[in-house]
């Protein structure tokens, strides 16, 4: 077979990333170490339900006298949606909502958050991103030429929700990350949206406003409220389930008259174009593969069909160009414009300044906290969000 195109023999990564490397029988290290992380991530008999109990017993102890048990993110996209009806009609948790609005909602996304908020009856906090220093910034990171085009978006939630629970006094949130559909990532792929060194960096490069309302989060207060202050536990519930995916969203066009949103992430319409669009075009990788060969992994879908599902387009030639058009008239851009920030050659992350020595060192942290107290293994740290 052709290097070029080389393929994985258990799943469907290619080699169109760098870090991705092949053994003797043509498996490829992404899923490998999936597999190997699998009994100690995804919990779906008789264990997960005794983490889950384990879990709801400290939460609503935890919340007695206080107004709500955990907080949980509310995107309108499927794991998220599934978590909160899980949590709060299933197990009774009294939980925050926190939704960041960054001026990308799809219309669905948002008619997802206010059925969902209605009928469990939640509390909602909104943060609304100032739409031009979110549009200065957004341009900022496409003329700097990076991979990670959803840090402008992820960096205000992260920050956000750090921010949210030292205001209202909450210890405990939810998140939808799950094994089931994310386990495939390639070493190296992205850039953490933490960094706000790194996003701030980009924007005093590029950028044209001085942002007065956007949250960054500098490497101190990160430090303080996840290190000093241990605000915050991030729990991964959906982990403690056998979790699928289809399953969860015919539940919820069930129960709540739910509405599909197109492909993974595509809540956001710009996400819908970073994953659509600009990753393909500009680094040549089909995101898919981490989403398929994540269901390969959980043995929910077979890797025949997940070969069919990407040999189709990803976008057609129409859509693409109707998307294009959207986010360069939102961004104030000609779609001439966006379409030259996508066509120029990609630049590291590291060309610019950030902290990633940070993230390693909590990272390398978190990797001996588990080793010495793997009682740990039911929560999340903080480090770990992006």
């Not at 979790?243 to 709540?256: D, G, V």
Request: charged fraction near 25%; hydrophobic fraction near 40%; charge should be positive.
């Amino acid at each position: 077979m052709d290097n070029a195109s080389r393929v994985c023999s258990f799943c469907v990564m290619d080699n169109s990333n760098p870090s991705i490397v092949f053994d003797a029988n043509g498996q490829c290290n992404c899923c490998r170490d999936a597999l190997n992380r699998k009994p100690h991530e995804w919990w779906t008999g008789p264990e997960g339900d005794i983490r889950m109990r384990r879990l709801i017993a400290t939460l609503k102890e935890e919340g007695a006298g206080k107004p709500y048990d955990a907080m949980v993110g509310l995107s309108g996209g499927i794991d998220s949606a599934f978590l909160a009806h899980l949590a709060a009609r299933k197990h009774g948790l009294r939980l925050l909502a926190v939704h960041v609005d960054g001026g990308w909602n799809s219309e669905p996304a948002v008619h997802n958050i206010e059925i969902l908020v209605r009928k469990l009856d939640l509390d909602l906090h909104t943060y609304v991103i100032e739409w031009q220093e979110m549009r200065d910034l957004q341009i900022a990171f496409m003329k700097a030429s990076v991979l990670n085009q959803d840090i402008p978006q992820d960096h205000a939630f992260f920050s956000t929700l750090y921010r949210t629970a030292a205001k209202f006094g909450i210890r405990h949130f939810l998140s939808g990350v799950n094994f089931a559909s994310e386990s495939v990532i390639p070493r190296g792929f992205g850039y953490p949206s933490i960094d706000g060194t790194h996003a701030s960096a980009i924007q005093k490069r590029f950028g044209s406003l001085k942002l007065t309302t956007y949250p960054f989060m500098s490497p101190l207060e990160y430090i303080w409220l996840t290190r000093v202050r241990r605000q915050l536990t991030i729990h991964r519930p959906l982990n403690y389930i056998d979790y699928n995916k289809e399953e969860a969203r015919t539940e919820l066009q069930r129960e709540y008259g739910w509405r599909d949103y197109g492909g993974k992430h595509s809540e956001s319409r710009f996400t819908k174009f970073y994953q659509d669009i600009y990753l393909p075009r500009k680094f040549n990788f089909d995101k898919r593969r981490l989403h398929l060969s994540s269901l390969i992994v959980a043995g929910q879908m077979t890797r025949e069909e997940a070969l069919r599902e990407i040999s189709t387009p990803i976008i057609s030639v129409q859509d693409a160009r109707r998307e294009t058009k959207f986010v360069a008239k939102k961004l104030g851009l000609k779609p001439e414009e966006l379409q030259w920030y996508i066509e120029a050659p990609p630049v590291p992350h590291s060309n610019f300044p950030n902290g990633m020595w940070l993230h390693k060192a909590l990272l390398r942290l978190r990797k001996v906290t588990r080793i010495l107290l793997p009682s740990r293994s039911a929560t999340v740290e903080a480090a770990d969000v992006d």
